[in-house]
């Protein structure tokens, strides 16, 4: 079992910025590809951002490329999602998941992760 728990999220202005955290506990976090979702009311889960096990390659949707940065730091068990000049439709509960995975490639389906963090809430007011 791999524990995910997730931190930052709030209430920011449009503009702003957010650094999410999401630390993992339970098993070796660097054996784990890790992805960012976030689900807005009415609306699917979503990735926005996804990971390597060893952060070599990044995907993000097209929504937020350019503007949210993932990364991870194997020797702290933690991956992070940097979000700048946030938008009200960047509004949503914000999901950290993790795969079992030292592939050399990222995971962008939901259905493809294993294990789900409690979510954060990001609220962004225009």
């Known amino acids: 079992q791999v524990q995910l728990v997730e931190s930052g999220g709030g209430l920011v202005q449009t503009g702003g910025s957010l650094r999410l955290s999401c630390a993992a506990s339970?098993?070796?976090?660097?054996?784990?590809?890790m992805g960012w979702f976030r689900q807005a009311p009415g609306k699917e889960r979503e990735c926005v951002a996804a990971?390597?096990?060893?952060?070599?390659?990044?995907y993000y949707a097209d929504s937020v490329k350019g503007r949210f940065t993932i990364s991870r730091d194997n020797a702290k068990n933690t991956v992070f999602l940097q979000m700048d000049s946030l938008k009200p439709e960047d509004t949503a509960v914000y999901y950290c998941?993790?795969?079992?995975?030292?592939?050399?490639?990222?995971?962008?389906?939901?259905?493809?992760?294993?294990?789900w963090g409690q979510g954060t809430q990001v609220t962004v007011s225009s």
């Open positions: 998941a993790a795969v079992l995975s030292r592939r050399s490639w990222y995971y962008r389906r939901a259905d493809e992760y294993d294990y």
């Open positions: 339970g098993r070796t976090f660097s054996n784990y590809a």
């Open positions: 990971v390597t096990w060893s952060g070599g390659s990044t």
